[in-house]
């Protein structure tokens, strides 16, 4: 029901905007985040925003992701700029209906996935 796109190669201080559009399911009456998972790693929380389109992000991420949601076409995107060797991951949008605040940054907490997207970044 979600599915992400926008990855690929870029350079060290490049930028990147990934997508993440929604079918049979709205954006607006949810919690949407985005997790990156590196090989080897567990999957991490990169940002979220919620109702009243409150964000959240990773402490690494801060200054440099910004999170947004449009809900005239069901998506939620991830600019990213500045990126870093180690921001190379394999990204997934999720979304939930019913997470509260403090479950945010926990992957177990979301119900709706798409499919990851490959962002490498050269140094």
């Known amino acids: 029901q979600l599915q992400a796109s926008g990855g690929g190669l870029v350079q060290a201080g490049g930028s990147l905007r990934l997508s993440c559009v929604a079918s049979e399911f709205t954006f607006s009456r949810a919690v949407a985040a985005w997790f990156r998972q590196a090989p080897g790693k567990e999957r991490e929380f990169v940002a979220a925003?919620?109702?009243?389109?409150?964000?959240t992000y990773e402490d690494s991420v801060k200054g440099r992701f910004t999170i947004s949601r449009d809900n005239a076409k069901n998506a939620v995107f991830l600019q990213m700029n500045s990126l870093k060797s180690e921001d190379t991951a394999v990204y997934y949008c999720?979304?939930?209906?019913?997470?509260?605040?403090?479950?945010?940054?926990?992957?177990?907490?979301?119900?709706?996935w798409g499919q990851g997207t490959q962002v490498t970044v050269s140094s």
């Open positions: 925003v919620r109702w009243a389109d409150t964000t």
């Open positions: 999720a979304a939930s209906k019913t997470i509260i605040t403090s479950n945010l940054r926990q992957p177990s907490a979301y119900n709706y």
